[in-house]
């Protein structure tokens, strides 16, 4: 079993930043690809970023390139989600997850775990 704990959302005025934290506890997700999900209120979950086990791929949703960044620290079995720029379309609930495979994937179908999520408010 996995564990997840999001923290660092906020409400932010539109054009600032944000850091999201994810960190994870139980099985070693150090291993795992992982990556960031959101929900807006009345829209399906959608793929926003993943980072393969060693970080050497990442991949990004096209509406978030150039803006967010992903990262992640094995030794912290931490993941991270740099968020510039920001929109109010951003506006969302934000989950992360972690992959049953070493390699990064937009699919939450190859998601195992996810967190509980944390709030963005980006103002305009």
């Known amino acids: 079993q996995v564990q997840l704990v999001e923290s660092g959302g906020g409400l932010v005025q539109a054009g600032g930043s944000l850091r999201l934290s994810c960190a994870a506890s139980?099985?070693?997700?150090?291993?795992?690809?992982m990556g960031w999900f959101r929900q807006a209120p009345g829209k399906e979950r959608e793929f926003v970023a993943s980072?393969?086990?060693?970080?050497?791929?990442?991949y990004y949703a096209d509406s978030v390139a150039g803006r967010f960044t992903i990262s992640r620290d094995n030794a912290k079995n931490t993941v991270y989600l740099q968020m510039n720029t920001l929109k109010p379309e951003d506006t969302a609930v934000y989950y992360c997850?972690?992959?049953?495979?070493?390699?990064?994937?937009?699919?939450?179908?190859?998601?195992?775990?996810w967190g509980q999520g944390t709030q963005v408010t980006v103002s305009s």
């Open positions: 980072i393969s086990w060693r970080s050497g791929f990442t």
């Open positions: 997850a972690v992959a049953r495979g070493h390699q990064a994937t937009m699919s939450g179908l190859e998601y195992d775990y």
């Open positions: 139980g099985r070693t997700a150090s291993r795992y690809a």
